[in-house]
């Protein structure tokens, strides 16, 4: 059933005909193209890959940790392997991760346009990013880097491993998110259709808004940063340098500066998938919007405020630590509140464990833990115990991991379906989930353990130690078997993700019963996402939507739809 | 007030036999373990209450075809105010439990025993008011200890996680930490940022004594390199200056990252330049000072240079000790200094001769000193690759020749 002021929904091979995908052909249509579903896409199979590297030096490194004393490796390359596993993981997987990959597709469907502001500069964002990527792969085939993803000076500054390159690559990683910032933020601001007021955009967008709002703030100072480091190395001026006059912990400064927001711009994206997800699949609207949207900003703007807590055993002055310490315990207020609006929204639903909703409620888990753990971090007496020993390497993979990981699979798999116009196994996902929870948290809850009893991070042995910590291997084996698990896991995972592309059922244009705009055009998109411009209501009221049993997919029915007028808001 | 005051105290009875926390053994570590425990157990209540309420809801609100579901609010400002209070009451006292401990731990006692810490790439010294220097911390029971820092290469940072006592040692300035161990014991000390090739062996030992015994042990380890011949006091320097983390002493020539030094003066070294030179003084002199003017074929230009840091009579006692690395080198050079100290008390006292007791505390010193040398280089680094030491400038001699073609192994 079609009406004029709503598009048909229209699903299976016989009405998808041209979408996105099929729009034009060849390489030259991908590599110069200015749609950003193809951009997304692209940036998702780059992000994809980068995860696969980085996953990989973490499952070298975890076996080098199996056994006391040298297993697999020397200590440089270990040195290597760490520091290279994090370098990937940040600036090629994560923090482009959700912005790029998801919401390069998702954001300008979801307010019913037709692309984002600013479709060349997303091209080059993308450009950016895989020549940033490209000093990444020249640092890896000419030497590496052995200085841990911090760039420490003056280690950083004296070490012969290639800093200067990889800062290189990092400068240029750090314009390609810049761009996406700015991009994203104009189409917010300027591309919003008629009746979508900021109090009636969908969570994601505040998410991505609010961290574009980082993206285009903090980025520079890294960007700054990295320079003063590689002209430090090249010309021995003196930034960091103490014994030309330069102080070391300047550098701590300028890196956190940047690198604390950056944890923001990891996690807001994800909160804000996790809200879409939490909302649609407990059929229920999302309850305390207000405070959500408002709290993505808060987190944003308190995000700038803390970076010296990753300082509290550097020297730095007890004043200095003590306003850190107090300012981030107030960033921990936002992202509780969260929480317990996520919570309410499940009361009284309707909940559908799908495999989208599985990972959301992982996340609320796995992030729980992440989450409550950075108290310890921030609180003063407790940290000097704690700073630089696996507990905080813990810490940081349950929020990274447990929380934008876990987030941006849910993500994956929530808009797969419009993404590709396939569905993937529903069996093989859960079950793929199942290891992936399994695998997290018997790799990660043993270095808790490990770092409350006197593990430093960054050990390339841990003979020395064993004498009075004997039960230290065994955590490690652990950690390095549920490392395995977890890798056995993903592999699943691409596995039934590929399948569902040659061979998934078709999906619907609404195949979760989802209220968002992106819902309402076919799966896959159309070249031009909407042919008219979508009718907007409110993105978390399901009562108009109906289950239609023979696309096996949500539709719009019109006639409760035109019983409630939408609300004509300023 | 008296719950929240008293609160702490509860948690403390927590602190022994526990799955979280190594035995406290400093004055400080309550502090933490209470701020700690405090965390503890607010984050276990708030994570159950989060779960339950997750697996309940995901239980009873099931989607079940043909069950209507029952409408509910999407907001309740009573709701959000209380859920941002609370939490908010509950971190200013989290805060303030972090805070009060911290304060406690950055107040240095004015009676407290200063001992200076020096951490280089990758050992620690520890230099007592007396001028001996240790490679391991050893410190009075029931006093307050306090460490004066520095590091001599990249940041390190020194943690006692039985102490919950932990501060950076950064190039260039000096940083300052204290405790008090109440009771004698021995815990381990660690390095904990990283610094490089050696950083998980850079491992050293507290060892807390009663007050008299460490004065004792003080007195004894000083009085070693009193009357000590240039060999005992370069093999004192070659366990604290760091060398043994690269280089092995013993007859079995142990492969580390660096040439082993036993039996080498008098060898012929190939370089892998394509020449070679006899082992002599200023071949050993060279080494230490310009230690990448000629590497020896298996090896490559790691070592940082030494120029500056030590003086001219310690690169001679270090070259003597070197000599001596040969069956019976270390005997003949000690039996050749105490009787020269014998002879020189003879003449001074017209006594007899004395000596024997003299090489009973060097031989005492001697085996600890050994022991110790042995903990911290057990995890011996076979692994080449980079190293720090070309950027600081107070190594000249290491810029131009430390070039960056270092390479890992794959």
Request: net charge negative.
């Given at each position: 059933m079609t009406s004029t002021t709503y598009t048909a929904t229209s699903s299976g091979p016989a009405a998808s005909g041209d979408n996105y995908l099929t729009h034009t052909r060849g390489i030259a249509s991908w590599i110069f193209t200015l749609d950003h579903k193809r951009i997304g896409v692209m940036y998702l199979i780059a992000i994809m890959a980068s995860l696969g590297l980085g996953g990989a030096f973490a499952g070298l490194l975890r076996t080098e940790l199996i056994e006391p004393g040298e297993t697999i490796m020397s200590a440089d390359m270990y040195n290597q392997m760490f520091t290279l596993h994090g370098a990937v993981m940040i600036f090629l997987f994560i923090i482009p991760g959700i912005p790029a990959a998801l919401g390069n597709f998702i954001l300008p469907i979801m307010l019913g346009?037709?692309?984002?502001?600013?479709p060349r500069l997303n091209l080059a964002s993308f450009y950016l990013w895989c020549f940033g990527a490209l000093f990444f792969v020249l640092v890896l085939a000419t030497?590496?880097?052995?200085?841990?993803?911090?760039?420490?000076?003056p280690f950083s500054t004296s070490t012969t491993t290639q800093v200067t390159w990889a800062a290189t690559g990092a400068f240029i990683l750090g314009f390609s998110s810049i761009f996406t910032g700015i991009n994203f933020i104009a189409t917010v601001h300027t591309m919003r259709p008629p009746g979508m007021t900021w109090h009636r955009m969908p969570l994601f967008i505040w998410a991505l808004y609010a961290t574009a709002i980082i993206q285009v703030l903090a980025t520079p100072v890294l960007g700054i940063t990295l320079l003063l480091l590689a002209v430090e190395r090249v010309f021995h001026i003196g930034f960091f340098d103490p014994t030309i006059g330069g102080d070391p912990i300047l550098f701590q400064h300028f890196f956190w500066f940047y690198s604390h927001p950056a944890v923001y711009i990891m996690i807001l994206p994800a909160m804000g998938i996790i809200s879409e997800t939490i909302s649609v699949f407990s059929r229920k609207h999302i309850f305390g919007y207000t405070f959500i949207a408002y709290s993505s900003v808060a987190i944003a703007i308190f995000g700038f405020l803390v970076w010296g807590h990753h300082m509290f055993t550097s020297g730095q002055s007890v004043v200095a630590s003590m306003i850190f310490s107090a300012l981030t315990f107030s960033v921990s207020i936002p992202s509780a509140i969260k929480v317990f609006n996520w919570l309410a929204t499940m009361y009284r639903g309707s909940i559908w464990l799908a495999t989208p909703m599985i990972y959301a409620l992982m996340f609320i888990f796995l992030f729980g833990i992440g989450g409550l753990t950075g108290l310890f971090l921030g609180a003063l007496a407790a940290n000097v115990h704690l700073h630089d020993t696996y507990f905080v390497v813990s810490h940081f993979h349950y929020v990274m991991f447990g929380g934008t990981l876990i987030a941006f699979l849910a993500g994956l798999h929530y808009w797969w379906p419009k993404m590709f116009g396939r569905m993937y196994s529903e069996f093989w996902a859960r079950l793929s989930a199942l290891l992936v929870f399994i695998g997290f948290n018997v790799t990660f809850f043993p270095q808790f353990v490990l770092g409350t009893r006197g593990m430093p991070r960054r050990y390339y042995d841990y003979e020395g130690l064993l004498a009075r910590n004997p039960q230290f291997k065994l955590d490690h084996q652990l950690s390095t078997i549920g490392t395995y698990l977890l890798i056995v896991a993903f592999v699943i995972m691409l596995i039934y993700l590929l399948h569902s592309l040659v061979a998934g059922r078709r999906a619907p244009a609404n195949p979760w019963g989802g209220a968002t705009l992106e819902w309402q055009c076919s799966s896959p998109p159309p070249h031009d996402n909407f042919p008219s411009a979508p009718l907007v209501g409110d993105?978390?009221?399901?009562?108009?939507l109906t289950y239609d049993a023979q696309t096996e997919g949500y539709r719009i029915d019109a006639v409760r739809a035109q019983t409630e007028a939408p609300h004509p808001d300023a | 007030m008296s719950l929240l005051t008293n609160l702490p105290l509860l948690l403390a009875q927590q602190r022994d036999n526990s799955f979280w926390m190594p035995p406290p053994a400093s004055t400080s570590a309550g502090a933490v373990d209470d701020a700690f425990y405090l965390i503890y157990y607010i984050s276990l209540f708030f994570f159950l209450l989060i779960v339950a309420l997750m697996l309940v809801f995901v239980v009873l609100y099931r989607r079940r075809p043909g069950i209507e579901q029952k409408k509910a609010p999407a907001h309740s400002t009573a709701l959000e105010v209380t859920w941002t209070i609370i939490p908010l009451l509950v971190v200013i006292y989290i805060f303030y439990s972090g805070f009060t401990g911290y304060l406690e731990m950055r107040t240095v006692p004015r009676d407290a025993y200063e001992i200076q810490v020096t951490a280089r790439q990758y050992n620690w010294t520890f230099t007592y008011p007396n001028g001996y220097e240790s490679p391991n911390l050893h410190m009075p029971a029931g006093e307050p200890v306090m460490l004066l820092m520095k590091s001599e290469d990249v940041i390190h940072s020194l943690w006692v996680p039985d102490f919950r006592v932990k501060m950076d040692l950064v190039p260039g300035h000096y940083t300052r930490t204290w405790f008090e161990a109440p009771e004698p014991g021995v815990h381990d000390l660690v390095c904990t940022e990283y610094c490089g090739t050696g950083h998980s062996a850079m491992l050293a030992t507290v060892v807390v004594q009663p007050p008299s015994e460490f004065r004792a042990w003080l007195a004894d380890a000083a009085k070693f390199a009193e009357g000590a011949s240039p060999a005992e006091r370069g093999q004192l320097l070659f366990r604290n200056q760091g060398c043994a983390s690269c280089h092995s002493v013993d007859e079995a020539r142990s492969a580390k990252v660096g040439p082993p030094l036993w039996g080498v003066f008098g060898e012929t070294h190939q370089f892998t330049d394509g020449g070679s030179a006899v082992v002599d003084e200023n071949y050993l002199r060279e080494s230490i000072l310009?230690?990448?003017a000629k590497i020896r074929e298996?090896?490559?230009?790691q070592m940082n240079s030494y120029q500056g840091l030590l003086d001219d009579q310690q690169v001679m006692d270090l070259i003597q000790y070197i000599k001596a690395l040969r069956p019976g080198g270390m005997e003949e050079a000690k039996a050749a200094a105490a009787a020269e100290k014998a002879g020189a008390e003879d003449e001074a006292n017209g006594d007899a001769d004395t000596g024997d007791a003299n090489a009973d505390q060097t031989g005492a010193d001697g085996s600890e000193s050994t022991q110790a040398d042995a903990e911290q280089t057990s995890n011996g680094q076979t692994g080449t690759g980079g190293d720090a030491g070309t950027g600081s400038s107070d190594r000249p001699d290491n810029d131009a020749s430390?070039?960056?073609?270092a390479q890992p192994d794959s």
């Open positions: 346009a037709k692309d984002v502001a600013f030497g590496g880097l052995d200085t841990g993803w911090t760039l420490y000076t993105p978390y009221d399901f009562s108009k | 310009n230690p990448n298996g090896y490559r230009a430390s070039s960056g073609d």
